[in-house]
Each structure stands twice: as C-alpha cells, then as structure tokens.
Nanobody, 122 residues
Framework: QVQLVESGGGLVQAGGSLRLSCTAS???????MGWFRQAPGKEREFVAA????????YTADSVKGRFTISRDNVKDTVYLQMNNLKPEDTAVYHC????????????????WGQGTQVTVSS
C-alpha cells in the first residue's frame, strides 16, 4: 500500500511557475510515480511519470519543454516543476503511483492522491 499527499498548488498568472510536491508513505520501494490532471468538464489526462531510480521520465506532449518531473527517494517525494504556465494548464493535479514498470493512461496507477488545485489566470 502507498499513501500519497500532494502540495504546492495555487493561483498563478500565465507565464509563471509552480512546483508541486507529492510525498509518499507506506511501501514505496520500486514504485513508478507520476502526475495526472483533470480540468472541469474534461477527462483525466496523463501529465508525467518517472521510474523508481529516476532514470526514465515521460511527459505528455502538451507540457513537454515546460514541465519537469523528478524524485528524491530519500524524502519519498516526487516533484513536478511547471514553468511557463498557461490558462489551459488549470486543473486539479493528482499524484499517482504503481508497482512495476510504467505509468500512463494505458498503464494506470494503483494509488492516487487527493489532488491539488492549480489555477492559471490570463
């Protein structure tokens, strides 16, 4: 079992930056972790994922070049650095995790955080 708690959301102007954090507890060894987001009236969307050792990362085309995922296994924390934010990035961002290889829309997570709201004003 893995428990996930996100932090770092908020209100920012377009072009600004935010860093989301997700602290995991429980049996975290070997987990693939990542971020999904869901905007009002839209389906949940994969954003980024990172392997246990950080050697493999994946980001959605919609955020590539602007968002960076990283992790610190000593702190059991995954980060999502979001730069050059756009109004269309407004959503609830959920941390997610699973054991094994891969994490994406096609390889869905087993564990979810409650989410943190990110609002980007124009």
């Amino acid at each position: 079992q893995v428990q996930l708690v996100e932090s770092g959301g908020g209100l920012v102007q377009a072009g600004g930056s935010l860093r989301l954090s997700c602290t995991a507890s429980g049996r975290t060894f070997g987990t693939y972790m990542g971020w999904f987001r869901q905007a009002p009236g839209k389906e949940r969307e994969f954003v980024a994922a990172i392997s246990w050792n950080g050697g493999s990362t994946y980001t959605a085309d919609s955020v590539k070049g602007r968002f960076t995922i990283s992790r610190d296994n000593v702190k059991d924390t995954v980060y999502l650095q979001m730069n050059n934010l756009k109004p269309e990035d407004t959503a609830v961002y959920h941390c997610a995790a699973r054991y094994g290889i891969g994490l994406s829309a096609e390889v869905p997570p087993s564990y979810w955080g409650q989410g943190t709201q990110v609002t980007v004003s124009s």
